[in-house]
Every structure is written in C-alpha cells, then in structure tokens.
C-alpha cells in the first residue's frame, strides 16, 4: 500500500504568513491603543523597565512589567499543555484560544484599564512564538523580525556564495515572513485609530481560515494515522 504523506503545520507557509501579520498588527495595535507598551518581543519592554525605575516612574515601570509576567506565562502554558493534555493538537488549541481571545477583546468597554488588553496581548503572543516555531525548515518567529532579519541575510549570502538553493529558498522564507509582518502593522497602524478595540476583529478574521485548515490538517492527519495502523506489515505479508 502507498504511504500518503502528512502535510504538516511546517510545511503551510500560509500559515505563518496569517499569524506574522497577525503579529504585526497586534504591536501596532496595542501601542497606539493601549498605553504604549510592547507585547510581541519583550527586549523593549525590559529598556523601559529599566528607564521607569531609573527615572522613579513607577506605574509606567509596572506596566512593562505585567508585559514581561504576562510573556513568561504564556511561553510556560505552551509548555505544560502538552505535558499535561496529552492528546491536544498544540496549534489547533491555541489558534482557538488566540481567535476567542481577540474577540473578547474587540468588546471590551472603553473603561476597561489598558493593562487588561496589554497583558492579554503579551500572553497570546508567547503562546503564538513558542507554539508557531518552524516552517519549511526555517526556524522563524512570528511575532518579532530580529532574528528573521539575521536569518534572511545569512542564508541568502550562504545560497549565493555556495550555489545553495535550498538556503535561497529558506531566506525568502524569512523574507516573506517579514514582509507579512510588517504589512500587518501598517494595517494596525490605519485600521486601530478608526475603529478601537474592534481592530482586534481582523485579527480574529484572519486566523478563523488558519483554524479551519488546522483542523483539517488534524483530521486528515488521524485518518492517515488509522489508515496505517490498520494495515498489514510487510514482514506479517511475506509470512
């Protein structure tokens, strides 16, 4: 019997492409709306930390800070739900999550304090970075570029000085990756003045297409699984 080959989240660029300017847009939104704090990579938030104390600006020092706990935290659940849950499908759970999330968010009253919004933000992007990790044998972020950049540049000078075309073709990985990113802040950029919260709502759009190819990512994946499981060895054959 023919072995059919399980297409995986690592081979969808789609995929990434989806959650990079998902990312992209996040930063932006949550800059311009909510207290000016960065949610997506936490290097900023810890200069600002650090200049707040220096500075004697406490409350301003404490939001960083709720960004920085809120970060660690979700790289800890993407950890331990699979250590736990045993039989959760990792990317399909926090696509979900990451989707609810951003819809509860679009709704919140105005009143609500920025912290509520921030700290969520931070938490679904650990989740997103530590679950999110590698695609055609690029190992990417999608919520932050620097490494992305490091890595563009690396692999392009590696495939053209050693005629390498698979390390090409990992650099327009990151590239495209980058670029998704950054289109998805200049979205957040025009889109978080006009309509507030409710920006989180394309977000939320963007990932609904992602979720339902996850699942059928999952369910064709058990399929193949069953399919295999049920026939016979070749070594039970040839007895």
Known sequence: MQKIKNFSVADSIYIFISFAVVGGFLEAYTYLLHGGVFCNAQTGNVVLFALHLTHGEYMSALQCLYSL?????????????PSVFKKIDLHCAITAVEIATLVALAFIPESVPNWVTYVSVSFLCALQYNTFTECRGAKLATTFCTNNLRQ???FL???ITEKNTNKIKKSGVYALVILAFALGAVGGGFVSPLFGNLSALFCAAVLLPVLILLIVLLIRKNKNTSVSSEAPSEQNILK
Do not use: K
């Not at 706990?69 to 739900?81: E, H, K, P, R």
């Open 69 to 81: 706990l809120a970060y660690v935290a979700g790289i800890f659940v993407s950890v331990f739900l």
């Open 152 to 154: 563009t540049v690396m």
């Open 157 to 159: 000078y590696g495939g």
